[in-house]
């Protein structure tokens, strides 16, 4: 069954208990003490950077987040996102800063490059990311990198800094771009929160799931939030503001129970328990969740026929004494991300589409070699996301590579890689025989990657009145005084690496658009001295 389908069958099939949800209200529910100048819900990248941020004005700021604090080491095994650092804590630690066309080509004006760029050099400068975690300045287990260097490099392809020339995209290749410091995964965890900390205007609540913006007409008063001890609400100072960060699955999620979003999806939930606090005169239409997009990949493997010596999994997860001692010092293999090198290339298809992919090349099995192909910026393909009745978010229809235009751009990209294969002489063999090609591999479903964006866009044409925009220039939800959404659901398009650091120059764009929008000002914390980079002397990856 479709989940489209599903969510209509689950619509209908509630329909008799409609009215007893209908007149769910917040009025019996307690009432926090403490009141906030600005309610940030959603502890990721965004929530953290802008929470952050916000403190700069002297306001008081509270930064909600779903999760706890935990990483597998104390019992958190789960790969949701609903964790402090969200999932920046979570992900390949992939850091790669976005290109100006990322912003110039979907993004509308005053979001073009010329505008963010100063809020990415207030990103960088406390959050660079590296191309040498290793503090002793070497690359370790690089069987794959002097494997495939050269059969790159014979193929046309060349090295290329990501950090120094981040445009470049077009048949190059380099060592990958993480967020990794100290030896260990960085982030606005490492880079923002201390900070945050460090002010006595800032509290952050953990475990507690938002589950509306409590709401009289345009004009927000706080939030309905859930924890261990039960339902309340908290309310937000006179003239106060709430702020969505809460990724581009929730924030959909608390939207739709704020009733923001389209009928369909605010229907879902007056029939479900969650229920509907404001009368439908007071619903706001907007086309929350549609028009997602996410990059999509397939993995391709090739056999070593020389045989290739690799640190497996396994070998990683049960590391021998001399890598323990060199992780504590901050070197060594531990400190690496999967990645042991990163390729950029764009194709462009018969009608005319430009499309870019991403690619990792990694070994994590003796005597393979391994790319994940990641399709990215220019995708034709989008999706639609919804809410079910039990008030969990999904996808009535996936956005992973439903284009014709699409297809025939994967078409082209893996052909490329094949043929290297195929060359005299070449020493690696695609596990799915010699004589395969990309109809074989796209006879398959392709994954998901999960850099979604775009359930609740940014732009000038009013969703109200038949635009695609959820949020305006300022990221302000139309039809709202006082709700603002700042994470990668307002993102027009995908970029063309991953997602983590252009949603936090996102982040640093938009407080700076909220701050002047409401009058007031910033004094930039004292930020000490930023981890060091490590970076290497030598342009290749020797």
Same mark, same amino acid.
């Given at each position: 069954?479709?989940?489209?389908?599903?969510?209509?069958?689950?619509?209908?099939?509630?329909?008799?208990?409609?009215?007893?949800?209908?007149?769910?209200?917040?009025?019996?529910?307690?009432?926090?003490?403490?009141?906030?100048?600005?309610?940030?819900?959603?502890?990721?990248?965004?929530?953290?950077?802008?929470?952050?941020?916000?403190?700069?004005?002297?306001?008081?700021?509270?930064?909600?987040?779903?999760?706890?604090?935990?990483?597998?080491?104390?019992?958190?095994?789960?790969?949701?996102?609903? %964790?402090?650092?969200?999932?920046?804590?979570?992900?390949?630690?992939?850091? %790669?800063?976005?290109?100006?066309?990322?912003?110039?080509?979907?993004?509308?004006?005053?979001?073009?490059?010329?505008?963010?760029?100063?809020?990415?050099?207030?990103?960088?400068?406390?959050?660079?990311?590296?191309?040498?975690?290793?503090?002793?300045?070497?690359?370790?287990?690089?069987?794959?990198?002097?494997?495939?260097?050269?059969?790159?490099?014979?193929?046309?392809?060349?090295?290329?800094?990501?950090?120094?020339?981040?445009?470049?995209?077009?048949?190059?290749?380099?060592?990958?771009?993480?967020?990794?410091?100290?030896?260990?995964?960085?982030?606005?965890?490492? $880079?923002?929160?201390?900070?945050?900390?460090?002010?006595?205007?800032?509290?952050?609540?953990?475990?507690?799931?938002?589950?509306?913006?409590?709401?009289?007409?345009?004009?927000?008063?706080?939030?309905?939030?859930?924890?261990?001890?039960?339902?309340? %609400?908290?309310?937000?100072?006179?003239?106060?503001?709430?702020?969505?960060?809460?990724?581009?699955?929730?924030?959909?999620?608390?939207?739709?129970?704020?009733?923001?979003?389209?009928?369909?999806? %605010?229907?879902?939930?007056?029939?479900?328990?969650?229920?509907?606090?404001?009368?439908?005169?007071?619903?706001?239409?907007?086309?929350?969740?549609?028009?997602?997009?996410?990059?999509?990949?397939?993995?391709?493997?090739?056999?070593?026929?020389?045989?290739?010596?690799?640190?497996?999994?396994?070998?990683?997860?049960?590391?021998?004494?001399?890598?323990?001692?060199?992780?504590?010092?901050?070197?060594?293999?531990?400190?690496?991300?999967?990645?042991?090198?990163?390729?950029?290339?764009?194709?462009? $298809?018969?009608?005319?589409?430009?499309?870019?992919?991403?690619?990792?090349?990694?070994?994590?099995?003796?005597?393979?070699?391994?790319?994940?192909?990641?399709?990215?910026?220019?995708?034709?393909?989008?999706?639609?996301?919804?809410?079910?009745?039990?008030?969990?978010?999904?996808?009535?229809?996936?956005?992973?590579?439903?284009?014709?235009?699409?297809?025939?751009?994967?078409?082209?990209?893996?052909?490329?890689?094949?043929?290297?294969?195929?060359?005299?002489?070449?020493?690696?063999?695609?596990?799915?025989?010699?004589?395969?090609?990309?109809?074989?591999?796209?006879?398959?479903?392709?994954?998901?990657?999960?850099?979604?964006?775009?359930?609740?866009?940014?732009?000038?044409?009013?969703?109200?009145?038949?635009?695609?925009?959820?949020?305006?220039?300022?990221?302000?939800?139309?039809?709202?005084?006082?709700?603002?959404?700042?994470?990668?659901?307002?993102?027009?398009?995908?970029?063309?690496?991953?997602?983590?650091?252009?949603?936090?120059?996102?982040?640093?764009?938009?407080?700076?658009?909220?701050?002047?929008?409401?009058?007031?000002?910033?004094?930039?914390?004292?930020?000490?001295?930023?981890?060091?980079?490590?970076?290497?002397?030598?342009?290749?990856?020797?």
């Amino acid at each position: 069954m479709s989940a489209n389908r599903l969510v209509s069958t689950l619509a209908i099939g509630l329909g008799l208990i409609v009215e007893s949800y209908a007149q769910y209200n917040t009025t019996s529910l307690p009432v926090s003490n403490s009141t906030y100048d600005y309610i940030v819900v959603g502890g990721g990248p965004a929530g953290l950077v802008s929470s952050q941020r916000l403190t700069e004005t002297g306001k008081t700021v509270l930064l909600i987040e779903r999760g706890g604090p935990s990483t597998a080491s104390s019992g958190g095994t789960h790969l949701g996102g609903c %964790i402090l650092g969200g999932g920046g804590s979570i992900n390949g630690m992939a850091f %790669i800063h976005p290109t100006s066309f990322d912003f110039n080509d979907a993004w509308p004006e005053t979001w073009k490059w010329d505008d963010v760029e100063e809020a990415s050099e207030r990103l960088y400068a406390r959050n660079p990311g590296t191309l040498l975690p290793s503090a002793d300045g070497k690359v370790y287990d690089r069987a794959s990198i002097d494997l495939m260097e050269p059969i790159f490099k014979e193929a046309g392809w060349v090295y290329n800094d990501g950090f120094a020339n981040p445009d470049n995209k077009e048949k190059v290749y380099g060592r990958p771009q993480v967020n990794i410091a100290n030896g260990i995964r960085s982030g606005p965890i490492h $880079t923002y929160l201390p900070l945050a900390q460090a002010s006595p205007n800032f509290k952050l609540e953990l475990n507690t799931k938002v589950i509306r913006v409590v709401r009289t007409g345009s004009l927000i008063t706080g939030v309905e939030v859930e924890n261990a001890a039960g339902r309340q %609400i908290i309310n937000l100072k006179t003239g106060g503001a709430v702020i969505l960060t809460a990724g581009v699955m929730s924030t959909p999620r608390v939207l739709f129970n704020s009733a923001i979003g389209p009928a369909a999806q %605010i229907n879902i939930v007056k029939a479900a328990e969650t229920g509907i606090t404001v009368p439908e005169s007071d619903w706001i239409n907007l086309p929350v969740g549609l028009g997602v997009k996410d990059h999509s990949r397939y993995y391709i493997r090739f056999n070593v026929t020389g045989g290739l010596s690799v640190k497996t999994t396994p070998e990683l997860l049960a590391p021998t004494e001399e890598e323990k001692q060199l992780f504590y010092a901050g070197s060594g293999v531990l400190t690496q991300s999967f990645q042991r090198l990163d390729l950029y290339r764009a194709h462009t $298809t018969s009608d005319g589409h430009k499309i870019y992919f991403q690619i990792h090349c990694s070994s994590r099995t003796k005597d393979v070699v391994e790319l994940m192909i990641m399709i990215s910026h220019g995708i034709t393909s989008v999706g639609e996301l919804g809410i079910l009745p039990n008030g969990n978010t999904a996808f009535i229809k996936k956005p992973w590579t439903n284009t014709d235009t699409d297809r025939e751009a994967w078409a082209l990209a893996l052909d490329e890689f094949l043929d290297l294969a195929r060359k005299p002489n070449s020493p690696i063999v695609y596990t799915g025989g010699p004589n395969a090609t990309s109809a074989s591999i796209l006879s398959a479903e392709p994954q998901d990657v999960v850099h979604m964006v775009g359930t609740a866009r940014i732009g000038t044409d009013d969703g109200r009145t038949g635009g695609s925009a959820v949020v305006d220039l300022d990221t302000k939800v139309y039809g709202t005084d006082n709700l603002f959404v700042i994470d990668a659901s307002i993102h027009p398009d995908v970029p063309v690496g991953n997602t983590q650091a252009i949603v936090m120059v996102v982040a640093e764009r938009a407080v700076e658009r909220i701050v002047a929008l409401r009058g007031e000002s910033m004094k930039p914390a004292d930020v000490p001295a930023s981890y060091p980079t490590n970076e290497p002397s030598e342009p290749d990856c020797q």
